[in-house]
T-cell receptor, first 111, second 118 residues
Framework: GQQLNQSPQSMFIQEGEDVSMNCTSS?????WLWYKQDPGEGPVLLIA?????ELTSNGRLTAQFGITRKDSFLNISASIPSDVGIYFC???????????FGTGTLLAVQP | GAVVSQHPSRVICKSGTSVKIECRSL??????MFWYRQFPKQSLMLMAT?????????EQGVEKDKFLINHASLTLSTLTVTSAHPEDSSFYIC??????????????FGPGTRLTVL
């Protein structure tokens, strides 16, 4: 099935640094969602975006729905050790309820 | 917030046996539940969409006779992996959708079930 392309694939940063990751597709999406998955757990929703151009924040996290509706980015400011995990973008195309997930970005934070 | 549970969290079985995984929405009624499979270091891949009281809709390449889905109530869906083989070993995750107003309805994910087939 189709997947969204995320970059970078992995990031190793120092505590306190800012992080940016993005998600791209060749198709238009109607929603963009960002999830965090801890090892052995299900994904947890961080931010949901519903309109092209929308910029939304959740604490230290900020995400934007690209104007072309084919991309989205997630920024994490002042990273802390508990930010460690895998971040997935996901989205809906058309009127479907099905979520298509990105390839994931592994984030490691060095204290 | 909405809580989704899965049982069991881990299961180890012999090749050829069947395994049933339960997905429950604990504090809400889910109009739709979804089943995903996640192989190590890979993303979540949708296997099937399950609506209460009707047959599940399977994604292309997913064998419906091998992965039996039953959605008997608005709070419970089950996935049965029949005649499991080592290649079925994976992390199975369910999600439950709240609402009926389209793709802005949030999906809440369960904690996953780790299946290991020996």
């Amino acid at each position: 099935g189709q997947q969204l392309n995320q970059s970078p694939q992995s990031m190793f940063i120092q505590e306190g640094e800012d992080v940016s990751m993005n998600c791209t597709s060749s198709s238009i999406f109607n929603t963009w969602l960002w999830y965090k998955q801890d090892p052995g757990e299900g994904p947890v929703l961080l931010i949901a975006l519903y309109k092209a151009g929308e910029l939304t924040s959740n604490g230290r996290l900020t995400a934007q729905f690209g104007i072309t509706r084919k991309d989205s980015f997630l920024n994490i400011s002042a990273s802390i050790p508990s930010d460690v995990g895998i971040y997935f973008c996901a989205g809906h195309r058309g009127a479907t309820n099905k979520l298509i997930f990105g390839t994931g970005t592994l984030l490691a934070v060095q204290p | 917030g909405a809580v989704v549970s899965q049982h069991p969290s881990r299961v180890i079985c012999k090749s050829g046996t069947s395994v049933k995984i339960e997905c429950r929405s604990l504090d809400f009624q889910a109009t739709t539940m979804f089943w995903y499979r996640q192989f190590p270091k890979q993303s979540l891949m949708l296997m099937a969409t399950s609506n209460e009281g009707s047959k599940a809709t399977y994604e292309q390449g997913v064998e419906k006779d091998k992965f039996l889905i039953n959605h008997a109530s608005l709070t419970l869906s089950t996935l049965t992996v029949t005649s499991a083989h080592p290649e079925d070993s994976s992390f199975y995750i369910c999600s439950a959708r709240v609402g009926t107003s389209g793709n802005q309805d949030e999906q809440f994910f369960g904690p996953g079930t780790r299946l290991t087939v020996l």
